[in-house]
T-cell receptor, first 111, second 113 residues
Framework: RKEVEQDPGPFNVPEGATVAFNCTYSNSASQSFFWYRQDCRKEPKLLMSVYSSGNEDGRFTAQLNRASQYISLLIRDSKLSDSATYLCVVNSGGSNYKLTFGKGTLLTVNP | ETGVTQTPRHLVMGMTNKKSLKCEQH?????MYWYKQSAKKPLELMFVYNFKEQTENNSVPSRFSPECPNSSHLFLHLHTLQPEDSALYLC????????????FGPGTRLTVT
């Protein structure tokens, strides 16, 4: 099982749609979880950290299920500017500094 | 955004050349990282430095040699690279001391001919 596995995508949705991304991780000792976004030919940028209780930032909601080792990201009322690759990121258990990145899921929001 | 800067942004080098990539962070962080991003592959961690000390070397070939003179600067010295080393090389920094979010520079797009 890959350390971090994401929906392969791509996702093509119309503006205003709700879209959900799923991610699973294999290391049960992992303690920190993040979603990053990466625009084409740019660097990854932190979108949000994921907390055990779930957290929301505007149109974005992240959920964590430790028992199932599953992370999700929900985007509501999607905008054209949300088009990007979304990266699920998990720290490797036992290391405070080693983050493992998923391959990413490409989202295209269409007018 | 100028929190983490990298130079050069693009580099073309032959297999016998020696070149260096530079990274500088202006965020007051104490941990710095080098990553490699190849097409169709996830980001791969190469090196981690915390308070100038190397804490991770992710089985990187010796043709890549990192240097961290202080907590704000990180270099990646390159020599006798192979065409398969062509990739986007990303530098990141974080606050260290526990798990903190990492912030990335714009990357150096390297082509080895």
């Amino acid at each position: 099982r890959k350390e971090v596995e994401q929906d392969p995508g791509p996702f093509n949705v119309p503006e205003g749609a709700t879209v959900a991304f799923n991610c699973t991780y294999s290391n049960s000792a992992s303690q920190s979880f993040f979603w990053y976004r990466q625009d084409c030919r740019k660097e990854p940028k932190l979108l949000m950290s994921v907390y055990s209780s779930g957290n929301e930032d505007g149109r974005f909601t992240a959920q964590l299920n430790r028992a199932s080792q599953y992370i999700s990201l929900l985007i509501r009322d999607s905008k054209l500017s949300d088009s990007a690759t979304y990266l699920c990121v998990v720290n490797s258990g036992g290391s405070n500094y080693k983050l493992t990145f998923g391959k990413g899921t490409l989202l295209t929001v269409n007018p | 955004e100028t929190g983490v800067t990298q130079t050069p942004r693009h580099l073309v080098m032959g297999m016998t050349n020696k070149k260096s990539l530079k990274c500088e962070q202006h965020l007051g962080h104490n941990a710095m990282y080098w990553y490699k991003q190849s097409a169709k592959k996830p980001l791969e961690l190469m090196f981690v430095y915390n308070f100038k000390e190397q804490t991770e070397n992710n089985s990187v070939p010796s043709r890549f040699s990192p240097e961290c003179p202080n907590s704000s600067h990180l270099f990646l010295h390159l020599h006798t690279l192979q065409p398969e080393d062509s990739a986007l090389y990303l530098c990141a920094s974080s606050g260290g001391q526990g798990i903190h979010e990492q912030y990335f520079g714009p990357g150096t797009r390297l082509t080895v001919t």
